[in-house]
């Protein structure tokens, strides 16, 4: 090592690590507040793209856990309006999704891991401390995509962040529609009006850019959505 050389950032214990968790279900941040919150400090929630923003942006925490899909355009949205602001704060991605284009989506995004909700609270914890302390966590199967990404068997270029648009019931209601089912035949499925599938569907496609039908089916064929 020479004398001029950047030493290695100390790293933060576990126990004053702290964690802001952003989710769209209040429920879900309740649960992971319970596991988490007695062995690292959390300081602030959000459940959107602008109160997760509000909330980072005023705490500057070590970690944030950090859903893909949130109201007000996703995941790698809080991370873009975030990092000109905090630079040194890390993102874990923290999602039910293991589909390829949200893994790689939010890493493109500036995510140092992203792991699926399935993961025990201990590996968790692991995990934000070695994000934090600037190392890269994955959830073994999605350290795949990343991977493929870089040696070039996925089209990153491809995968786009209208994704990101979507909210999660509107992902629903788009795979059903782009599989064929009628819109009475959806609100069966998902247990909610025929009113409310074609308030979801005018939704997905104004955000998409989309005038029909068939033009979403595509789209969801293209990215490997059904």
Same mark, same amino acid.
């Given at each position: 090592?020479?004398?001029?050389? !950047?030493?290695?950032? !100390?790293?933060?214990?576990?126990?004053?690590?702290?964690?802001? @968790?952003?989710?769209?279900?209040?429920? +879900? #941040?309740?649960?992971?507040?319970?596991?988490?919150?007695?062995?690292?400090?959390?300081?602030?929630?959000?459940?959107?793209?602008?109160?997760?923003?509000?909330?980072? /942006?005023?705490?500057?925490?070590?970690?944030?856990?950090?859903?893909?899909?949130?109201?007000?355009?996703?995941?790698?949205?809080?991370?873009?309006?975030?990092?000109?602001?905090?630079?040194?704060?890390?993102?874990?991605?923290?999602?039910?999704?293991?589909?390829?284009?949200?893994?790689?989506?939010?890493?493109?995004?500036?995510?140092?891991?992203?792991? *699926?909700?399935? @993961?025990?609270?201990?590996?968790?914890?692991?995990?934000?401390?070695?994000?934090?302390?600037?190392?890269?966590? +994955?959830?073994? #199967?999605?350290?795949? +995509?990343?991977?493929?990404?870089?040696?070039?068997?996925?089209?990153?270029?491809?995968?786009?962040?209208?994704?990101?648009?979507?909210?999660?019931?509107?992902?629903?209601?788009?795979?059903?529609?782009?599989?064929?089912?009628?819109?009475?035949?959806?609100?069966?499925?998902? +247990?909610?009006?025929?009113? !409310?599938?074609?308030?979801?569907?005018?939704? /997905?496609?104004?955000?998409?850019?989309?005038?029909?039908?068939?033009?979403? *089916?595509?789209?969801?064929?293209? #990215?490997?959505?059904?």
């Amino acid at each position: 090592m020479t004398d001029d050389a !950047t030493p290695a950032p !100390t790293p933060v214990p576990l126990s004053e690590l702290r964690v802001v @968790i952003v989710d769209d279900h209040a429920m +879900f #941040r309740a649960g992971v507040r319970h596991e988490i919150g007695g062995k690292c400090l959390v300081v602030g929630e959000g459940e959107d793209v602008d109160s997760a923003v509000e909330v980072i /942006v005023e705490q500057k925490p070590d970690v944030v856990l950090l859903d893909v899909h949130l109201p007000g355009g996703g995941g790698a949205e809080v991370i873009k309006q975030v990092q000109p602001q905090c630079p040194d704060v890390k993102f874990l991605a923290l999602s039910v999704s293991d589909a390829a284009q949200d893994v790689i989506g939010v890493i493109r995004a500036g995510a140092r891991g992203y792991v *699926t909700k399935s @993961i025990s609270s201990d590996e968790l914890l692991e995990g934000m401390t070695r994000v934090a302390a600037g190392d890269a966590v +994955f959830s073994p #199967r999605l350290a795949g +995509f990343v991977l493929d990404a870089f040696s070039g068997a996925v089209d990153v270029a491809s995968i786009d962040e209208e994704l990101d648009k979507i909210s999660a019931r509107e992902r629903e209601v788009l795979k059903l529609i782009a599989r064929g089912y009628s819109y009475r035949e959806v609100a069966k499925e998902l +247990f909610i009006s025929i009113k !409310t599938v074609e308030t979801h569907v005018s939704s /997905v496609l104004r955000k998409l850019q989309l005038s029909n039908r068939h033009q979403l *089916t595509k789209w969801a064929t293209d #990215r490997h959505l059904i």
